[in-house]
């Protein structure tokens, strides 16, 4: 695997090409209609000219999870994780780029600036918001494209022969989508759980429970509407088990700290990567499969990835060398994390 780009010192222009595999349905959500959960979609235009549109992993979700990766990897670096009490202000830098406040006397300073990116290693890459200036970041992030009949045209050639190799065919988008269907309970409708109600409320349930008997047998819609229960049924899209998805990431790294940190922040998302809703519910893990782009095999497989994991005996460089220069400035982290305005 090769890095691509030009060097100018240390500078490097990287692009890191992963095919992710859902260990799990995928259930993110472009929004809902009534009680329905719709796939997240992308229209795009085919080589014949007409339009589809195929379920994708946002570049929002994919940028967020590396954040939330570098955020946690930082801490733990600096050994602040379960110790360190946060204000708001910095658990929004750290975890969302912060927000842009203050007058015009809180002015990020280019020598503050020069500072805080040393402080805060993740913050070239991600860039966020620091007092009135936001600090722009040198990643771009692309969306995690279904890998389907639909996209084939638009995929690296690396990956359609990957999946000559693998013997693996393609589907169309739809075969991907499977609709699932799930009810929200209602305890009160429970007889053994009445006995956990208080006196006042169980009561009152009763009382409605009786109403919407009535309400049944008369057929009274305004009734019926007034005393109905809690359970309510819905349905939800996931994107299937097994299936592909392209995703494309370019970064720009001017120093060893900034290619270090890259690697660290894509390691620790990928180690255990979930999007999406229903996280709690056996949904959103993707495992990388293949890669284009690494220096090293640091992002390929679970095995590959504990080589780079923050616990252990940090065999890799990278997080040897990251790890050296955030715990060498924990104090200056502390600091800056408790005076920060974001």
């Not at 015009?104 to 918001?129: F, K, M, N, Q, Y």
Request: charged fraction near 25%; glycine fraction near 8%.
């Amino acid at each position: 695997m090769t890095e691509t780009g030009q060097r100018n010192g240390f500078a490097r222009q990287t692009r890191i090409e992963i095919l992710l595999r859902a260990d799990e349905p995928i259930a993110h959500a472009e929004g809902t209609v009534g009680n329905a959960q719709v796939a997240m979609r992308q229209k795009i235009q085919m080589p014949n000219g007409r339009f589809v549109k195929v379920p994708i992993i946002t570049g929002d979700t994919m940028r967020h999870g590396l954040r939330e990766a570098a955020a946690y990897a930082l801490l733990e670096a600096a050994e602040l994780l379960g110790t360190i009490e946060l204000s708001e202000r910095a658990l929004r830098f750290l975890f969302s780029g912060g927000m842009v406040l203050g007058a015009a006397s809180d002015v990020v300073r280019l020598e503050e600036e020069r500072r805080l990116r040393e402080i805060l290693p993740h913050l070239p890459l991600l860039g966020g918001c620091v007092g009135n200036r936001i600090i722009p970041g040198k990643l771009e992030v692309g969306r995690a494209l279904l890998v389907c009949d639909e996209t084939l045209p638009d995929l690296r050639g690396w990956v359609t022969d990957w999946l000559v190799e693998q013997g693996r065919e393609t589907q169309c988008a739809r075969e991907h989508v499977e609709t699932v269907q799930r009810v929200r309970m209602d305890p009160t409708l429970d007889p053994r759980k009445h006995r956990l109600l208080a006196a006042g409320d169980a009561a009152a349930v009763q009382q409605r429970l009786l109403a919407s008997e009535l309400a049944s047998v008369r057929d009274d819609a305004k009734q019926k509407l007034e005393t109905k229960s809690t359970m309510m049924p819905f349905t939800y899209e996931t994107i299937a088990q097994g299936s592909l998805f392209f995703w494309r990431l370019d970064a720009v790294t001017h120093t060893q700290l900034e290619h270090d940190t890259l690697y660290v922040m894509l390691a620790a998302f990928l180690s255990s990567a979930r999007v999406g809703g229903k996280k709690g519910t056996g949904h959103g893990l993707l495992t990388p499969i293949a890669a284009r782009g690494l220096e090293r095999e640091v992002a390929v497989s679970r095995p590959a990835l504990g080589e780079l994991a923050l616990h252990g005996e940090y065999r890799a460089p990278e997080v040897a060398r990251f790890r050296e220069h955030v715990r060498s400035r924990r104090d200056d982290i502390v600091q800056t994390l408790a005076e920060i305005i974001a």
